[in-house]
């Protein structure tokens, strides 16, 4: 199994579980007579082995993310980078956009309010965060494409 079926699985058995325990709330109780629309006990076991396979994959990945080397980095070292510049292009965005609000003016004698910050250059680190972003994105799923999952 590749990498990246076993990243689709994680999102899968997720979700998964997450319908399950709707589906577990929605049948816990009942009506004196009446049967459940579907058997809390099988959903149970249902759920039990959603969530042992859950950690099985998600241990494999891990395991896979830290041993796998891509350009003298791990593939976990990889996804920290690409995730801080993740945030620190989010924070800069709201900076860019806070600082290029104008505030207007209904006369001269209004305070005037100015931007504290050179816009032009966060937009310019927002647009080099952008790019190494997507070029980590590239990189992350070719190889989640191209090596095995560890088992």
């Given amino acids: 199994m590749k990498l990246a079926e076993a990243l ?4 899968d058995l997720n979700k998964k579980i997450a319908q399950l325990g709707s589906r577990l709330q929605n049948n816990a109780l009942v009506q004196e007579g009446e049967k459940p629309a579907e058997n809390p006990e099988s959903l149970l ?5 959603a969530v042992n396979r859950l950690k099985y994959i ?9 041993e796998v ?13 690409k995730d801080c510049l993740v945030q620190q292009a989010s924070i800069l965005r709201n900076l860019v956009d806070c600082a290029s609000r104008t505030a207007t003016r209904a ?13 032009k250059d966060i937009q310019t680190k927002i647009d080099e965060y952008s790019k190494q972003i997507r070029m980590l994105n590239n990189l992350l799923q070719q190889t989640n494409w191209s090596v095995d999952l560890i088992e």
Avoid at 107 to 119: D, H, N, Q, T
Wanted: zero cysteines; charged letters at 35%.
């Fill in 69 to 81: 080397k891509v350009e003298g980095k791990s593939l976990t070292e990889l996804i920290a980078e």
């Fill in 8 to 11: 689709q699985e994680r999102a």
């Fill in 107 to 119: 006369s001269r004698s209004e305070i005037k309010i100015l931007s504290a910050v050179k816009v």
């Fill in 58 to 66: 998600v241990a494999r990945i891990n395991i896979s993310n830290s």
């Fill in 45 to 49: 076991k249902e759920l039990d082995d």
